[in-house]
């Protein structure tokens, strides 16, 4: 069993030393105050550096990382459909290959999990594991309405579901569905059943365009997205809510009764001007489970957690003309301990106990170089290549910010970006 | 005279050699087409590299770059009380220290010309020329309507402005009047006279938050800040107003016709609760000169350019609702040639004769894995990581991301950071 010793890592302000050993976090202790045996650990002086649980992008699409600018300057629904036009081209193995890359990019941006929605899924299994982080990948229906694919789809999860059970703890199977405007009613029906026979949890994109608000309550009889979900009995702390931006109070009260986590997807939001009105006080305050998420490539156009909190706090701050708006405690709950609270896994915080995801931020630069807090220049100031190293699942997946195989990643991206023109 | 060769740099869409001179860009032709003498140069193979012209970062006060996160969580005023109250036990040597900071902040980010507001200019100017970037540097007048500040004020200004004569070229001398709120009527008249009368520039902060233009409406008849300064005779080319967020149709339509220059700062008006909403079009159209500025790192929290042009137009598509809005080509312009424009100078573009202020972009890694335009890719998916090598006045400044004195400055910051608290 592997051992890693972090040697005076910064933790929640106390410097201290931190046992890994197999896949947990065995022991954290003020530095040198170490009890438990640590011989034969791998020992790393982290002096200067802070350590932090990995974050957690709580609604993206891997897959699309090779698809940035794709449908620039378009809409929402114009932009879909410009998507839905590539996407019926792309194979697996364009599918390993972006996923790789996404998982290149989260790794250099300090994600070490992240809840996914795309096709091929096999292949980004394959490509999650030999990366080395963590996961949930999903099964996504999205019938459009036609019966047929619905049977297919069905088949097609059910297969999935039962593969899934011979994965690598390191990943969760999930069922996505992919929208209310995308999926049949009765499609919408099966997925909440087998999710809910097989203790799995539900992914799909609510209320993320005001279109998409229009058009449900016009014909499901002046009901909101939510209401509808609700009616249909699909909501409940096992439903993972991508968006949620057009709300009305009482579709808060609905999400925060449930348990819902909500994921707010800010630059996705924005680029498509979507909505930028994210209520979160609101949310968090009627119980929901507020993440945050960067959405997938096509439309944010990176996989960057730091900037996704940036500017979810900037944007709140904004709208709500209130400076303290989203304050950076929260946000960094947002990012780590909420997701795994969304998909029921033992991580999200430095603990002794938790899986071992953990990232190391170096502060030996300018954007650290002020009174604030370090949560307050991580945020505000600093970018992404703070972050020094990776452990994920008790594993180095980055170390002084190499990945070893970051040189053949984007060789082989470049190879098969073709296939998307 | 010092000569440099850039091989197989990207000028534009076209693989090209770029000749540096001296100061000034001598030529730029198609790769291995160059006809003019190039021996002795020093010889730099860019392949997969792309040539911008440095940004240009309109509206900043360097000297904050160690005040990151004073007084978070603040609305506008509270927030400037509070730096106010530090701001009156600073001293040069902070200053000297502060704005190297800045200065390395800005080159590792890309920018090589900024237009300061702040105190201690001499040690300013002594840290900006030792780095080797071009700013230009004011005498901030703020009298607070306090007429024995004001006489001060008009001496140092004048004492300033004979010293700048013997300033090296690459700094620019503003008289900077901090903004009605802070100066009186009379002081602002003088700073008009005096500018005119020395043809420099004039930078002042208009219409930043609500407060200030219900203030100046009940203090002055009913003008707004736009019309008040408009009736002083203080509009013109040759001023740079920054912030402009709570402008009516006919302050954007004087703005216009005077030919303003208008510094938009997005992250500060987010984080402050300023206001979001720029009126980035009308503006445009109006004839103003729309540039981009970060403000300081007390607001924003850093002095990164393509951090601000990403959410300039992040946050434009969302108010606007319009996806379309604030298009990457416009970005480029508001960050380079506007500037150039602004302040008068032969720079902002990559040309032939123009001074020679390039930055080198570094495409291999997976923001530009995608069909998108390397513009796009820069703004929406990169981050300021991704320039490699900065040339300023014909000299690099940075290589391979390396600067050469960023240890010592960083040590010199951590030595003067506990004056501020």
């Known amino acids: 069993m592997g051992k890693i010793l972090l040697k005076n890592i910064e933790v929640q302000g106390i410097r201290s030393d931190i046992l890994v050993e197999g896949q947990y976090i ?15 650990a791998e020992v790393v002086d982290c002096t200067g550096k802070v350590a932090l649980p990995g974050f957690i992008n709580m609604h993206t699409h891997a897959g699309m990382s090779m698809m940035r600018g794709v449908g620039e300057d378009m809409a929402f629904h114009e932009w879909l459909a410009s998507i839905w036009e590539i996407e019926k081209d792309i194979d ?4 390993y290959h972006a996923t790789r890359m996404a998982c290149l990019e989260m790794i250099k941006t300090g994600t070490t999990l992240f809840n996914d929605q795309y096709w091929h899924t096999p292949m980004a299994y394959k490509a999650v594991t030999e990366m080395g982080i963590r996961a949930a990948l999903s099964y996504v229906i ?7 694919t619905s049977e297919i789809q069905k088949v097609e999860c059910r297969k999935l579901y039962e593969e899934s059970k011979s994965w690598s703890d390191t990943v969760v199977f999930v069922v ?6 995308s999926v049949s009613e009765s499609m919408i029906l099966w997925a909440r059943d087998f999710a809910r026979e097989n203790g799995l949890k539900i992914h799909i994109h609510v209320s993320e365009t005001e279109k998409e608000v229009k058009d449900c309550m016009e014909q499901h009889g002046g009901m909101s997205p939510v209401e509808y979900l609700d009616s249909l009995g699909l909501l409940g702390p096992d439903v993972i809510a991508a968006h949620t931006i057009w709300l009305s ?6 999400l925060g009764k449930r348990g819902v986590t909500c994921v707010h997807n800010i630059n996705s939001n924005l680029k498509l001007a979507s909505g930028y009105r994210f209520r979160y006080n609101e949310l968090r305050d009627a119980g929901a489970n507020v993440c945050i998420g960067t959405d997938g490539c096509g439309s944010s156009n990176n996989l960057d957690m730091l900037e996704a909190m940036k500017t979810s706090a900037m944007v709140q701050k904004a709208w709500r003309n209130d400076p303290a708006a989203m304050p950076v405690k929260e946000l960094f709950q947002m990012s780590s301990a909420n997701g795994a609270k969304a998909l029921g896994l033992n991580l999200g915080e430095i603990r002794e106990g938790a899986l071992a995801d953990i990232i190391i931020i170096d502060t030996d630069n300018y954007h650290f170089m ?6 307050a220049n991580l945020i505000y100031s600093a970018h992404s290549d703070c972050v020094d190293s990776v452990i994920c699942n008790g594993r180095f997946v980055m170390k002084n910010r190499v990945v070893s195989a970051e040189r053949e990643i984007l060789d082989q991206a470049k190879k098969h970006l073709n296939n998307i023109l």
């Open 370 to 375: 002020s009174p604030a807090s370090f949560e």
């Open 249 to 254: 109070d009482k579709d808060i009260e609905i």
């Open 142 to 148: 999205c019938d459009r309405n036609d019966p047929e």
């Open 176 to 181: 996505s569905v992919h929208a209310i405007y």
């Open 92 to 95: 697996g193995e364009y599918i």
């Open 26 to 40: 065995r022991n954290v202790a003020p530095a040198a105050e170490m009890t438990v045996i640590h011989e034969g």
